[in-house]
């Protein structure tokens, strides 16, 4: 794939994305005496910002594409995306995902469609796979989850929508951060604003990699996190190479710091987040990055388990 993702890529799947999708709302927050903004792309219809990039790729394909089909790869909010945007327009999908997915994504994955083929993590190489997933197909057109020109458009259609509802772009955008798609999405929409990606302690690859100026992978020994959705072994090169001047450093947040954000979330907003979903909004308020007015949070899924969920809200005894 030799496209790379544009500014005017990012226009164009907004005002796509604007005729099928209202706007995700813009919600005021205090933090410290500062006004902020939450992004709350967890009330979109899938439950995950995800549902943007999986429309823009899908709606893009081409007649002969569309006849193969779609594969993609994910532990459940690309799943969901993509999964929405087939059933949409009539393309048949499987999603490769982990056998220790949340249930709640599994189950909403497969409601919606697709064909669903598990894989163990660790042990199996989830793009071996897919890419016998795509040649059992006759050629599937793969959708991955963030290296993708239009997935990152799309992503970034987010950052539109934010600055027409500010009648700015942000001074500082918080972003939620697994491989990069959404950051590099947002860095093209909003190239006024510092974007700065958010993961999890040992996860911060994007961050890692936007320090030593290329690609850095996961430790093996790297420690799990309750932040499912934000563990790719690595960024790419299409996402870093949009990052590299682009996006301010990144910073990581601990599973204690993204739990004490969840329940921030449920009290003072009414969200209901999932653990990667919080991790934007996680630093705001561990106060791991300065925050200047307008600060804009990315809220990016409610995809949780409801018994962790409920466990993590309940108040300590």
């Not at 030799?2 to 919600?27: C, F, H, K, M």
């Not at 016998?132 to 987010?158: K, N, T």
């Not at 951060?177 to 040992?202: N, R, Y």
């Amino acid at each position: 794939m030799n496209r790379e993702p544009t500014a005017d890529g990012v226009r164009n799947a907004a005002a796509s994305i604007a005729q099928i999708l209202p706007p995700t709302p813009l919600l005021p927050v205090e933090i410290d005496g500062v006004r902020c903004w939450v992004k709350a792309e967890s009330l979109q219809p899938i439950g995950a910002f995800k549902i943007r990039g999986g429309w823009w790729r899908l709606s893009n394909l081409g007649d002969d594409e569309r006849k193969r089909g779609v594969v993609a790869v994910s532990s459940g909010n690309h799943a969901q995306g993509v999964a929405w945007a087939a059933r949409k327009l009539g393309i048949e999908a499987a999603i490769v995902m982990p056998r220790d997915a949340p249930k709640v994504k599994l189950e909403a994955t497969k409601a919606l469609g697709a064909d669903i083929v598990l894989y163990d993590r660790p042990g199996e190489d989830r793009d071996e796979v897919a890419a016998r997933e795509i040649e059992a197909r006759g050629g599937a057109v793969l959708v991955h989850a963030f290296a993708d020109p239009w997935v990152i458009e799309g992503q970034g259609s987010a950052g539109i929508e934010i600055a027409e509802q500010l009648g700015k772009q942000p001074p500082l955008i918080l972003a939620c951060c697994g491989g990069g798609g959404l950051t590099a999405g947002l860095s093209l929409a909003c190239p006024q604003s510092a974007v700065v990606p958010v993961e999890p302690v040992g996860w911060d690859l994007v961050g890692q990699a936007l320090l030593a100026g290329h690609i850095v992978p996961a430790a093996p020994d790297a420690p799990r996190t309750i932040c499912d959705a934000l563990q790719p072994p690595a960024t790419k090169q299409i996402n870093l190479d949009v990052l590299l001047g682009r996006s301010d450093p990144g910073v990581a947040v601990t599973d204690e710091e993204v739990q004490a954000a969840q329940r921030f979330a449920f009290a003072k907003l009414g969200l209901v987040t999932e653990p990667g979903g919080a991790a934007a909004l996680a630093a705001a308020l561990a106060g791991k990055v300065a925050l200047p007015d307008d600060t804009t949070i990315m809220v990016t899924g409610r995809n949780t388990d409801p018994a962790a969920f409920a466990a993590t809200i309940a108040p300590s005894r």
